[in-house]
């Protein structure tokens, strides 16, 4: 079992930068990849970005590219979201997620853990 709980969400103004971190633990290691998505009201959880605990391939979402960055910090078992030049659009509740596989994958039903989420709020 993995346990995943994210933090770092906020009330921002368009343009601004927040960093999601989602903290693991429980059975995590090299094998996994961690995952970001989100999930705008009345719409469907999309993917954002993944990278491998063991570093190497980042997949990003197109809508985020050149904006977003994902990381991790394997000594504190931490992946981070940092987000820049946030848009309204951006508006979401943002979800960390695992799944054991070598592979950095997007698709949803490939991820097995889920963190509760964290709301971020973009303003125009």
């Known amino acids: 079992q993995v346990q995943l709980v994210e933090s770092g969400g906020g009330l921002v103004q368009a343009g601004d930068s927040l960093r999601l971190s989602c903290t693991a633990s429980g059975r995590t290691g090299s094998s996994y990849t961690m995952g970001w998505f989100r999930q705008a009201p009345g719409k469907e959880r999309e993917f954002v970005a993944a990278?491998?605990?063991?570093?190497?391939?980042?997949v990003y979402a197109d809508s985020v590219k050149g904006r977003f960055t994902i990381s991790r910090d394997n000594a504190k078992k931490t992946v981070y979201l940092q987000m820049n030049s946030l848009k309204p659009e951006d508006t979401a509740v943002y979800y960390c997620a695992a799944t054991y596989t070598i592979w950095v994958v997007s698709r949803i039903n490939e991820y097995d853990y889920w963190g509760q989420g964290t709301q971020v709020t973009v303003s125009s």
């Open positions: 990278v491998r605990w063991s570093g190497g391939n980042i």
